[in-house]
């Protein structure tokens, strides 16, 4: 059964630091992209960064470009978002979601649709 389990989050202030995880399980890692994506309330869900599988290629949306990393510990079957400088407008509920059969992962984070499985998802607030 394949599951991936969000955590991390909560409130952050403006210009702060927060981790993301995602621990997974049912699959092997190394063969599937994995993407981080978010909404914002009233937003369509947006692709964050995404990891591929194999090649470990990395995409970030321009947005979060320098502040954002994305990362794998396959050892602990898990997927991590490192997150800093954290702004307003980063404020929303965060997602993980694996895929595989993919072309590049830059796909992955441009069309959420192609996630196959997906966590629940982890609050993120960034506020003053």
């Known amino acids: 059964q394949v599951q991936l389990v969000e955590s991390g989050g909560g409130l952050v202030q403006p210009g702060g630091s927060s981790r993301l995880s995602c621990a997974v399980s049912g699959f092997t890692l190394e063969n599937y992209a994995i993407g981080w994506f978010r909404q914002a309330p009233g937003k369509e869900r947006e692709g964050v960064s995404c990891?591929?599988?194999?090649?470990?290629?990395?995409y970030y949306k321009a947005s979060v470009k320098g502040r954002f990393t994305i990362s794998r510990d396959n050892a602990r079957d898990t997927v991590y978002l490192q997150m800093n400088d954290l702004k307003p407008e980063d404020t929303a509920v965060y997602y993980c979601?694996?895929?595989?059969?993919?072309?590049?992962?830059?796909?992955?984070?441009?069309?959420?649709?192609?996630?196959?499985?997906w966590g629940q998802g982890t609050q993120v607030t960034v506020s003053s």
């Open positions: 979601a694996a895929t595989e059969g993919i072309r590049t992962v830059q796909a992955l984070c441009d069309m959420p649709s192609l996630g196959k499985h």
């Open positions: 990891f591929g599988g194999r090649d470990g290629a990395t």
